[in-house]
């Protein structure tokens, strides 16, 4: 069948041109990869340390002509394994390609992660109390008692209110002693400098012990709490006591500190919007990045996940449809669609006619090394190999710029809108008073979409104070760390470079930005939730039996992953921590 009677294909851009060739290598959100630049990474363990200016690299975007080219499966994983989509009668089972792909990695079994001495634990422990007592006390009292302030099993510390009042409770029960006027001077300079050294030996003791993985996370928080009380004095030493303990090679938790050790002097040594922009970090090639992109798709299930739970909820409401129209809010490399089309080939009575307009930032042609008019070619060789028709349109414009008129909405067609862990990039009324991202649903619910797929990290970093914020990313991307501590061993320069490309520049926004720069702002599922229904949506239930192919695919990577049907949506985690939401709506 000749492929130009099935395939169409248009950009719409402020004068952008494409003509590179197309690498079909999936993804991660493009604001990952951002332009910034950095004054931090001193220390021989900063992951930050080569010195880089990425103005240079932003200026040079739409001068890149990058060419790569790859097979059309680039994850050497077989369609059914990137995104199993069937229904009782048409879809494909997921194959045994998927239970290869254990042997196409070097699979490392993981073993305890969080070995350490007993009785060392317990001294930096109790040095950390002393420290967190030390920099807690009154400066005009020569001796407080406090409760036991240790950190929990989840590491949280108590609130300063919480000690203030402790204190207040204490000092109610005892007289107060009135010194004469003339020893008041005296008694106060004594206080303050028996406070002072009281800090600094707390620090010492903890400087000359040497930090364990297990206690690392307790010593990242105490940083965080020191800044965020603005006592930049105690910060610095902990944060040069952090920098010791933190390695790009070492166990999870060293290696996420590594990236929160760097977002942490960020925060301190700049502010508001300057942030961001003052943070240097190596830009790689973009053959490379494409890379690094690829591999984490390979060694971690979040992003096949996602496109498998959206896909199945499309194939599910559209399954009557001779018309569909996709609208992608991040099309990426468009890899989303492979299997979503093959499965709509093969579906009884005929496949339909598939409208697909893509969204994008005009920075992802820097990952992508080329446009979007490279996408429209990945797509046009689908369109010919499942001999399905298939017309694309590009935009390469910021999400909450699109207006109606540019996605050309059309009558008789089912419309699908789909965000791919891209919704938490629109800002909402904390940032905003317009709320953007309230407005885009509400503009979305009034085009009577047939469905709408939503993937989002399941995180609570949005309005949470800064504090709280820490806590809730060190726990979230440990969590992330250590699953993909199985797949690559640890000095693997593929498994650092991806962790640094494709996961740092996220950390660092959340612990060093604020205000508008700081856009990874995830919310949790019930957020979404309630953010959807207020804007008219009702849940659409995802379908039990893409929830058993995706199981079959978590199998093929570790037991540790989970996978949580909630309220019609899913969410996957590994162990005990939730990481990824998928939901539908209509």
């Known amino acids: 069948m000749d492929s130009h009677q099935l395939f169409g294909c248009g950009v719409t851009g402020a004068g952008l041109s494409y003509s590179t060739s197309y ?5 991660i959100p493009n604001r990952l990869f951002g332009s910034i630049k950095t004054d931090i990474g001193k220390s021989p363990n900063s992951p930050f340390s080569t010195q880089f200016d990425c103005d240079t690299v932003t200026s040079s975007l739409s001068d890149s002509q990058e060419q790569h080219s790859t097979t059309e499966n680039p994850s050497g994983i077989s369609s059914s394994c990137n995104s199993a989509l069937e229904s009782n009668s048409y879809f494909h089972q997921l194959g ?7 042997d196409s990695l070097p699979i490392r079994p993981i073993g305890t992660l969080f070995s350490q001495d007993a009785i060392s634990s317990q001294n930096i422990k109790h040095a950390l109390q002393e420290l967190e007592i030390a920099l807690m006390a009154p400066d005009n009292e020569e001796e407080v008692t406090t409760p036991n302030m240790s950190y929990g099993e989840i590491g949280r510390p108590q609130t300063t209110g919480q000690r203030s009042r402790a204190w207040s409770q204490e000092r109610q029960g005892s007289q107060v002693v009135r010194p004469q006027p003339s020893t008041v001077h005296r008694i106060g300079q004594s206080s303050e400098v028996a406070h002072i050294e009281k800090r600094q ?31 930049m004095v105690e910060f610095d030493s902990l944060i040069e006591i952090a920098r010791g303990a933190v390695s790009i090679t070492g166990e999870p938790i060293q290696r996420l ?24 970090c190596r830009e790689p090639e973009g053959k490379d990045l494409l890379s690094y992109m690829h591999l984490l798709y390979e060694i971690c299930p979040y992003l096949k996940f996602g496109y498998m739970a959206a896909n199945g909820a499309i194939a599910d409401a559209c399954k009557s449809e001779n018309h569909i129209h996709i609208i992608d809010y991040h099309i990426a490399q468009g890899t989303q669609w492979l299997t979503l089309l093959q499965a709509l080939a093969a579906r009884p009575g005929g496949a339909p006619h598939v409208r697909i307009t893509g969204i994008d930032d005009p920075v992802s042609k820097y990952a992508r090394g080329d446009g979007l008019c490279a996408v429209g070619r990945h797509l046009a060789a689908l369109s010919e190999k499942f ?4 017309e694309f349109h590009g935009l390469p414009v910021f999400a909450p710029d699109v207006t109606m008129d540019m996605l050309d909405v059309r009558p008789g067609e089912a419309l699908v809108v789909n965000f791919p862990l891209e919704l938490h990039h629109t800002p909402d009324e904390s940032v905003d008073v317009n709320n953007p991202r309230d407005g885009l649903l509400r503009m979305i619910k009034s085009l009577s979409p047939k469905v709408v797929t939503l993937v989002e990290q399941e995180s609570n970093t949005n309005t949470a104070p800064f504090l709280p914020r820490f806590i809730e990313a060190l726990d979230y991307y440990l969590a992330m760390f250590e699953s993909m501590d199985g ?14 490309h494709c996961l740092a520049r996220d950390i660092v926004n959340v612990i060093a930005c604020e205000g508008k720069v ?10 979404w939730k309630s953010r959807f229904t207020m804007a008219g949506f009702r849940q659409y239930p995802l379908s039990s039996y893409v929830n058993s192919v995706i199981r079959t695919l978590l199998k093929s990577y570790s037991d540790h992953y989970t996978l949580v049907e909630k309220d019609g949506a899913m969410l996957l985690g590994w162990k005990d921590r939730n990481l990824i939401s998928a939901s539908a709506w209509h």
Do not use: F, Q, W
Not at 23 to 27: D, R, Y
């Open 387 to 390: 001999s399905i028709k298939v």
């Open 487 to 500: 797949t690559l061993p640890r000095d693997s320069k593929e498994r650092i470079n991806v962790e640094e």
């Open 23 to 27: 690498s079909s290598v999936p993804s």
């Open 518 to 527: 700081r856009v990874e702002r995830h919310e949790l599922l019930g957020k």
């Open 201 to 231: 030996k707390a620090v010492e003791k903890l400087s000359l012990l040497a930090i364990s993985p297990a206690n690392l996370k307790h010593l990242l928080i105490a940083c965080a709490k020191a800044i965020s009380e603005n006592n």
């Open 257 to 280: 500190g590594a990236y929160m050790v760097e977002g942490l002097v960020a925060r301190k040594e700049a502010s508001g919007s300057n942030i961001y922009h003052s943070l240097r």
């Open 96 to 102: 045994s390609s998927v239970d290869s792909r254990r």
